[in-house]
């Protein structure tokens, strides 16, 4: 026996003698890893799917490797234009969702901390926090139902939006491409921004109120104060949830866009994971969908990376 | 009191308005689905529902009442928040308990692998293709196969660390072994925790929708969600089905199922809300 293999050998032993002294601890550790072993980590292997023919009767192992064939039919063949329509309709659903939902909850948060009469600020806050709780059956059945323009049935925001001249009568909002995106967004800011206000008041909150009182002291007023003194505090947070939220770029909630979308609207609402559902779950074709998971998987990944290096550099403030 | 300067007057006035209106339109889509579901029929098509029912009557909730795939769709739905929640907990709990001991080998490298897959997953094929190939196309799969979410691990963890060392070096004097140290020292301890995460987890049991409506094909099994999403989608039929002379309208049935959706979560909400404005702070998200 070599020297490494008895200096492994009596690595083995030694952990060995630690897991049977405190057994216990690892018999608690041992569901978790399984679970993640078993329904997050072997489906990964699937991956492989991306690269096969894939026929149901013969599992992925045994399908026939077709190389990169898969990805070439969705970057370059008959998949493409769908493909290169739901690539970009992802990335400016989130470019729009980060443009207008992410200052929301921060400038909520800083309302939320003005108000000192707690049992206002605490009902507000129940309010608020509430759609965060729905479901997105239940959302998007409201948001149908409210904007549903029919002949006979009015929804009563449509019928508001037409009071006020936004959209013309008899629009039916749900069936029209050009609203899908305000729509998806005002919806996903309605469901989400109280609730993403909480870790930004936690922010604000834990600033020393000194530094408050110095600026008085000095003839600040209130804009001064957010800049100098509020921003300054939350800026760690801020950062930690801007690098969280870029690296969610790519996963566009498919549940909502699935409920919310249909075939009038695909041009504007189609984004990858939507993509991926319907063409490889509706549509049966797994390993065009696998490919295009792994797409999204790899670049959604790249940018947690990305933005995390970055964020490192210039405020070292990072995730890892 | 201290005293307030103009600008600061300004923007506490502004504060109290805008929260104000913002908690009314957080608001406002549920009370009018409510309002809608109990308006006469002739009331809510002309329009004059605008928030306050008009014309009261409660005919339709004798219509879910009666209606059977509803309350098949519920009970499914209690079945898999109460044996979901608890099966997530347990995971979660004694995984947290693990990971937050130092001594535990490979403990950095355990942790890593359950950040990591807040950022990476196999992707909706690979996950259906396991699921299917495991048999979770039945009311326990879909209680075992889904429920652990890193974010909820990563929480617990933190706030086990937290708990003082002294403590536990007394109970392990008094010769505790590490499962009484975890049922009698570290669950009491925890409760604030306990609670945000059993809710975060009970939710999103209770508005589980897409695995379930891909994974289940018996209709005995499917939950509440799938069923309510069945009905939007078939409202343009049920709309032509339903008779005329009814005291509701059509709009009414699907305001008032979804009503039904949401009235146990603002039953069980308002209590456990005190604790997780408090829980969520402490899961900071360093692995």
């Known amino acids: 026996m070599s020297k490494m293999d008895l200096k492994q050998q009596n690595k083995l032993l030694k952990y060995g003698k630690i897991i049977i002294t405190d057994w216990r601890l690892y018999v608690l550790l041992l569901p978790m890893v399984l679970w993640y072993a078993l329904w997050i980590y072997k489906p990964m292997g699937g991956l492989l799917i991306a690269f096969k023919n894939f026929q149901p009767n013969m599992g992925i192992l045994d399908s026939d490797f077709v190389g990169f064939s898969n990805f070439i039919s969705l970057i370059n063949g008959p998949y493409a234009q769908q493909f290169w329509q739901a690539f970009r309709n992802t990335f400016i659903i989130s470019l729009y969702g980060l443009l207008f939902g992410f200052p929301i909850p921060i400038i909520l948060a800083l309302f939320f901390s003005e108000i000192t009469n707690n049992t206002y600020r605490k009902i507000a806050q129940t309010f608020t926090f509430l759609p965060h709780f729905l479901s997105e059956v239940t959302i998007t059945g409201l948001v149908l139902t409210l904007l549903y323009h029919g002949e006979v049935n009015t929804g009563i925001i449509a019928q508001f939006l037409h009071t006020i001249g936004f959209i013309p009568e008899g629009t039916n909002i749900i069936q029209n491409a050009q609203y899908f995106r305000p729509m998806y967004i005002i919806t996903g800011i309605w469901k989400e921004a109280g609730y993403s206000s909480i870790v930004y008041f936690a922010a604000v909150m834990s600033i020393s109120p000194v530094l408050y009182e110095a600026l008085k002291v000095d003839g600040g007023n209130k804009f001064q104060e957010i800049r100098y003194v509020t921003f300054p505090g939350m800026a760690p947070t801020l950062v930690i949830m801007i690098i969280l939220r870029i690296g969610r770029m790519l996963s566009v909630g498919y549940e909502r866009i699935i409920l919310l979308y249909n075939a009038n609207t695909y041009e504007t609402a189609d984004v990858l994971s939507s993509f991926v559902y319907r063409i490889g779950l509706e549509g049966g074709n797994q390993s065009i969908g696998g490919a295009a998971d792994m797409f999204n998987a790899l670049i959604g990944f790249a940018l947690v990376v990305g933005a995390n290096y970055i964020s490192r550099q210039i405020s070292e403030t990072s995730l890892w | ?287």
């Not at chain 2, 006469?40 to 795939?69: M, R, T, W």
């Not at chain 2, 003082?164 to 004097?173: G, L």
């Not at chain 2, 008094?174 to 975890?182: I, T, V, W």
């Open chain 2, 1 to 287: 009191m201290e005293r307030l300067n103009r600008s600061e007057i300004i923007f506490k006035l502004l504060s109290y308005v805008l929260i104000g209106v913002f908690a009314i339109m957080a608001l406002y889509p549920v009370i009018y689905a409510f309002s809608a579901s109990i308006s006469g029929k002739i009331a809510y098509e002309s329009g004059k529902v605008i928030l306050l029912p008009k014309n009261v009557n409660f005919q339709v909730y004798n219509k879910i009442y009666n209606d059977k795939g509803f309350w098949i769709s519920y009970i499914n739905t209690l079945f898999y928040t109460t044996y979901g929640t608890a099966w997530s907990m347990f995971i979660s709990i004694t995984g947290a308990y693990a990971l937050s001991k130092k001594r535990l080998i490979f403990r950095r490298r355990f942790n890593f692998w359950v950040v990591f897959t807040m950022w990476f997953n196999a992707g909706m094929i690979p996950m259906y293709l396991n699921y299917v190939n495991m048999g979770v196309a039945n009311r326990w799969g879909i209680v075992f196969a889904f429920g652990v979410q890193a974010y909820n691990i990563i929480l617990l963890r933190n706030y086990f660390e937290g708990v003082p060392k002294e403590i536990e070096e007394a109970a392990r004097i008094d010769g505790a072994n590490e499962f009484q140290m975890l049922r009698r020292i570290y669950i009491p301890m925890s409760r604030a925790a306990l609670a945000t995460v059993t809710l975060f987890y009970a939710t999103s049991r209770w508005n589980g929708y897409f695995w379930s409506r891909m994974l289940l094909t018996d209709s005995m099994e499917k939950p509440l969600q799938v069923y309510m999403r069945m009905l939007v989608e078939n409202y343009q039929k049920m709309f032509d089905d339903m008779p005329i002379d009814l005291p509701y309208a059509s709009d009414a049935f699907i305001y008032a199922i979804l009503v039904c959706s949401i009235i146990p979560v603002l039953i069980v909400y308002p209590y456990i809300q005190k604790y997780f404005a408090k829980g969520v702070n402490l899961g900071g998200v360093k692995g």
